[in-house]
Structures are given as C-alpha cells and as structure tokens.
C-alpha cells in the first residue's frame, strides 16, 4: 500500500499499527539480536588452532536462543593498561606478530560510517588498550574502509543482520517486503563461510600490518575519537599522511565558485 499526504486518516493509522506489530516486537529482541552477532563470532573464533583468545559463551548447549546466553566477558585490562568504568571489548584474540586484537561486533541496522559512535567507541577502547581495533558489522561503507583502514581499522561486513533461531515467525514478517522488508534478516547464530574465513585466515593475515598503520597513526585516532576533531579535518589529515603529504591546510568542503560580481558601469 502506498500512502500519501492525501491518503486518509483511518488508511495511515491502519498502516503505521500494522508497522508497528512487527517493529515493537523486533525492537524487543534487543540483547538477543547482539548476542546473536557475538556468538557466531566466538563460534569461528574457536575454529583458530591453538587460539588465545578472550571473551566465551559457557552455556551454548544449555537452552535455546529464547533467552540470553551467558557470557564472560573479556578482562578490562592488558597488564597495566585498562579502559575506564566497566567496558569491554567484546573479543580479545591474542596473535604472535601483531599483539592483541580488539574484536567488537555491531548487529544493527544502521551502516557503520566513520563517525558513528559505535566506531569511535571501538577506536576508543583499542587506544587504551593498545589493541588493533577490528569491526564486524552488517554494513561497512567504502568511505569508512577507505579512511580508517589506513589507521589500522580491519573491518568484516557480514551483509545480514542474525536474529536468533527460535525468532523464524518474528523474522518472516520483518523481511516482508510489505512490512519491514529487512530482506537480509538471517535466523541464526552459527558463522557462515565469509565470516569463518575472516576470523580463520584473512584477520591474522593483515593483523601485522594493521599494527604498523595503528601505531603510525593513533595520534590522529586519539583526537578523532576522544578529543572531537572533526570528521573533515581527521579524514584529510589520514589522506595527506598516507600520501605523504603536509598535513596542515585547509579542511572540509571546498567553497563553492561563483562568478564575480561585476561593477556596474
């Protein structure tokens, strides 16, 4: 049904409660969706041989994916480095040439762009820890690779958001392309093919190279996500670093020409 300014009242009100019979449900889910995320990443996780990582689920065969998982966390500290509060990371994977990894995944709906809070809030945790930051999300925009990859960001786009296996009524109405239509809902928590290569191969393949570009340019990452510099001048300043270029100059849009103002005679 399509609907406009002219659509009648009752046709809108009709609309927006059917909507609303899935989104509320949808919104419940709310841990769940995330757990969901982090456990098929602890699932490919543990297909590393001999990995040392941290962050587990203790009690995957216990019960359906109705209720939380329980899950221990992983430790707030690398020797005398620690993050402030109660955060965490969601994973920490130790390697032999590029040190610790910091794993967060993101199961949302929204794109992760570089100024997302959830991308600072990663930057912000892998500083303090001296962590290469890792990013699994649904969506990962070519800007936010190709800006903070040169920072040392390794990031993995999953291209579904997982809902949990008992949820398959809940997730056919969200993929209805009449209602939500979230048509890359998956009801699962088991990694697929992409996102066990990922963790298997392809992540301790570049971590040593993500170390250099992370340590090379954690100054600017430290400004960007704790001391808010802006978005416009953080981007040009990795741009011009990584081309070896000076970094100082202007920021941000040009300003557009216009033509000159002509004296009249």
């Given at each position: 049904m399509?609907?406009?300014?002219?659509?009648?009242?009752?046709?809108?009100?009709?609309?927006l409660?059917?909507?609303?019979?899935?989104?509320?449900?949808?919104?419940?889910?709310?841990?769940?969706?995330?757990?969901?995320?982090?456990?098929?990443?602890?699932?490919?996780?543990?297909?590393i041989?001999?990995?040392?990582?941290?962050g587990?689920?203790k009690?995957?065969?216990?019960?359906?994916?109705?209720?939380?998982?329980?899950k221990?966390?992983?430790?707030?500290?690398?020797?005398?480095?620690?993050?402030?509060?109660?955060?965490?990371?969601?994973?920490?994977?130790?390697?032999?040439?590029?040190?610790?990894?910091?794993?967060?995944?993101?199961?949302?709906?929204?794109?992760?762009?570089?100024?997302?809070?959830?991308?600072?809030?990663?930057?912000?945790?892998?500083?303090?820890?001296?962590?290469?930051?890792?990013?699994?999300?649904?969506?990962?925009?070519?800007?936010?690779?190709?800006?903070?990859?040169?920072?040392?960001?390794?990031?993995?786009?999953?291209?579904?958001?997982l809902?949990?296996?008992?949820?398959d009524?809940?997730?056919?109405?969200?993929?209805d392309?009449?209602?939500?239509?979230?048509?890359d809902?998956?009801?699962?928590?088991?990694?697929?093919?992409?996102?066990?290569?990922?963790i298997?191969?392809?992540?301790?393949?570049?971590?040593?190279?993500?170390r250099?570009?992370f340590?090379e340019?954690?100054?600017?990452?430290?400004?960007?996500?704790?001391?808010?510099?802006?978005y416009?001048?953080?981007?040009?300043?990795?741009l011009?670093?990584?081309?070896?270029?000076d970094?100082?100059?202007?920021?941000?849009?040009k300003?557009?020409?216009?033509?000159?103002?002509l004296?009249?005679?």
């Amino acid at each position: 049904m399509v609907l406009c300014g002219n659509t009648p009242k009752e046709q809108r009100e009709a609309r927006l409660k059917e909507l609303l019979e899935v989104y509320r449900p949808f919104l419940k889910l709310g841990p769940r969706i995330g757990q969901a995320l982090e456990i098929a990443t602890y699932k490919a996780l543990c297909k590393i041989p001999n990995a040392e990582f941290y962050g587990r689920f203790k009690n995957l065969t216990a019960h359906d994916d109705s209720t939380l998982y329980e899950k221990e966390e992983p430790p707030q500290h690398i020797g005398a480095k620690s993050l402030p509060g109660d955060q965490r990371l969601d994973f920490m994977l130790r390697t032999s040439d590029a040190g610790y990894l910091g794993i967060e995944c993101k199961n949302v709906r929204h794109w992760m762009y570089p100024h997302v809070e959830e991308i600072k809030e990663t930057l912000r945790k892998c500083i303090e820890l001296d962590a290469v930051p890792v990013l699994i999300a649904r969506r990962i925009p070519f800007v936010t690779f190709h800006v903070l990859a040169k920072c040392g960001l390794i990031v993995h786009q999953t291209y579904n958001q997982l809902l949990p296996a008992t949820e398959d009524a809940l997730a056919a109405k969200v993929k209805d392309k009449r209602l939500l239509g979230y048509h890359d809902v998956r009801t699962t928590n088991e990694p697929d093919a992409r996102l066990l290569k990922f963790i298997t191969t392809n992540l301790p393949a570049v971590a040593l190279a993500a170390r250099e570009r992370f340590k090379e340019n954690v100054d600017l990452l430290w400004r960007f996500a704790w001391d808010n510099m802006a978005y416009e001048e953080f981007s040009a300043r990795v741009l011009r670093r990584f081309n070896g270029e000076d970094e100082d100059g202007e920021f941000g849009p040009k300003p557009l020409r216009t033509a000159p103002i002509l004296n009249p005679l």
